[in-house]
């Protein structure tokens, strides 16, 4: 009776082993699943920037405390477009550095050259965080901006060629 108690005890710690080990297969599946999710997601952690366009000279950059105006187009990972200067032909002035607009900005904005465009990819925690900007742009969102640094304290690019952004210019990789 001993060695049948043995045999079942046995078996019972192989089901165990095999359990243990389909469980541990499914933990890894799903989160291989949520890597490739977020991944294609397009969210991102920190701040990203791709510069798409550089004039051949760059004799002004905007720093912290400048009067800057910036074309831009706005839009979630989706593709989903929520803003654009260009629609209302009006490029945004602010101070940069000065958290009027968001932090992702103020960043993600220094050191340009006037005439330049950048894709920056901005983590929620640098755009409007968690609680978003209804009704548009929702809680926890990565937000994409296509940008062009039009002027620096009232100076414009120094090249005579028209550098204006258009809309098939910026590609979806950073």
């Not at 000279?57 to 912290?64: G, L, R, S, V, Y």
């Not at 187009?73 to 550095?97: A, K, M, W």
């Not at 039009?150 to 809309?167: A, K, R």
Request: aromatic fraction near 6%; charge should be negative.
């Amino acid at each position: 009776c001993r060695v049948g108690g043995e045999r079942k005890q046995s078996e019972s710690s192989s089901a165990g082993t095999t359990n243990m080990a389909k469980s541990t297969s499914i933990l890894v599946l799903l989160m291989l699943a949520v890597l490739a999710w977020a991944k294609k997601s397009g969210d991102v952690k920190e701040l990203q920037i791709g510069v798409k366009y550089k004039p051949p000279t760059c004799e002004i950059k905007a720093h912290k405390g400048d009067r800057v105006k910036v074309h831009y187009r706005g839009q979630l990972t989706d593709g989903s477009v929520f803003d654009s200067s260009y629609e209302r032909g009006d490029p945004i002035e602010f101070e940069l550095g000065s958290g009027q607009v968001i932090k992702g900005w103020d960043q993600g904005l220094l050191g340009m050259c006037v005439g330049e465009k950048r894709k920056l990819k901005i983590p929620a925690k640098l755009g409007y965080g968690d609680q978003g900007s209804p009704p548009k742009i929702p809680g926890g969102a990565t937000l994409v901006f296509d940008t062009e640094l039009v002027s620096v304290n009232g100076e414009p690019p120094t090249g005579s060629e028209d550098q204006g952004l258009e809309d098939d210019e910026f590609d979806d990789e950073l």
